[in-house]
């Protein structure tokens, strides 16, 4: 049988707005359930002066939001704000609540890139390709940190690529695809590459681009074989349309 979980009584009027995702939270077990899910994006959004507001007015949780308002006042960690959280609600046994402890120690412990590709490939599971793509860009547009290597780059690059894909810009992710391979040379990024070249380049372009090159042939061969079943292949009709508008309002091209 598995354990009851005893939930607080109160639940808000006015919700918490996380704005990423635009998150709408009413209760403490809410709050708790989204920071466990989201250990790695967890950033001044939610470590701030209006949650411990929130808490005190809106949950009438007197004394955590003095314990949180404590806490911002004498400038704690995020790993402490976070915890003394959790520790007030009765959805995570004590055992569960040293496990998160032990992941926020760890990011405590990363370097800096460390902990933005951590929240950047997040963000990429989580859907939000547009902010990936910018954590990802402040990783590779800071200060190179060449104790993490060549291979931690090329990873990033190679993500960077494939959250420019995910909102058909082509071009963009052929070039990080392009500087991820010359990193690390991968098969996988290869094709990445070749495929984002052939939705991103003219057809006499691309067939120039293969011509003299056996490797690029091989792997063509083998893509053609999967561009019908691939959704990201459709270029008319309405969702063409919708793809051609979602690339200008990225690239902040579109004038109307």
């Known amino acids: 049988m598995g354990s009851l979980i005893l939930c607080h009584k109160k639940h808000a009027r006015q919700p918490y707005v996380i704005a990423r995702g635009h998150i709408r939270i009413y209760t403490l077990e809410e709050l708790c359930y989204f920071i466990c899910n989201n250990l790695y994006l967890i950033d001044y959004t939610l470590i701030n002066r209006q949650l411990c507001e929130w808490i005190r007015t809106e949950l009438q949780m007197?004394?955590?939001?003095d314990a949180l308002q404590e806490e911002l006042d004498n400038h704690c960690t995020e790993e402490d704000f976070i915890l003394k959280i959790l520790q007030q609600s009765t959805m995570y046994a004590s055992s569960e609540i040293i496990k998160i402890q032990s992941i926020?120690?760890?990011?405590?412990?990363?370097?800096?890139v460390e902990r933005f590709k951590l929240k950047a490939d997040s963000l990429m599971k989580n859907g939000e390709y547009a902010d990936a793509i910018l954590v990802y860009r402040?990783?590779?547009?800071?200060?190179?940190?060449?104790?993490?290597?060549?291979?931690f780059y090329a990873k990033?690059?190679?993500?960077?690529?494939s959250a420019y894909g995910r909102l058909f810009l082509y071009e963009e992710a052929a070039q990080a695809?392009?500087?991820?391979?010359?990193?690390?040379?991968?098969?996988?990024?290869?094709?990445?590459?070749l495929y984002c070249n052939y939705h991103a380049l003219p057809e006499?372009?691309?067939t120039k681009m293969l011509s003299g090159n056996s490797r690029y042939l091989g792997i063509d061969a083998e893509?053609?074989?999967?561009?019908?079943?691939?959704?990201?292949?459709?270029e008319i009709g309405e969702e063409g349309k919708e793809i051609?508008?979602?690339?200008?309002?990225?690239?902040?091209?579109d004038k109307k």
């Open 138 to 151: 402040t990783i590779i547009d800071g200060k190179r940190d060449d104790s993490v290597g060549k291979p």
């Open 223 to 234: 893509l053609k074989e999967k561009r019908a079943d691939i959704r990201a292949d459709i």
């Open 156 to 161: 990033v690059y190679g993500c960077l690529g």
């Open 62 to 65: 007197y004394e955590l939001a």
């Open 177 to 193: 695809y392009e500087e991820s391979y010359k990193l690390q040379e991968n098969e996988d990024v290869l094709k990445a590459y």
């Open 204 to 206: 006499e372009e691309y």
């Open 104 to 112: 926020l120690e760890k990011l405590q412990d990363q370097r800096e």
């Open 244 to 253: 051609e508008y979602r690339k200008r309002r990225y690239r902040g091209i």
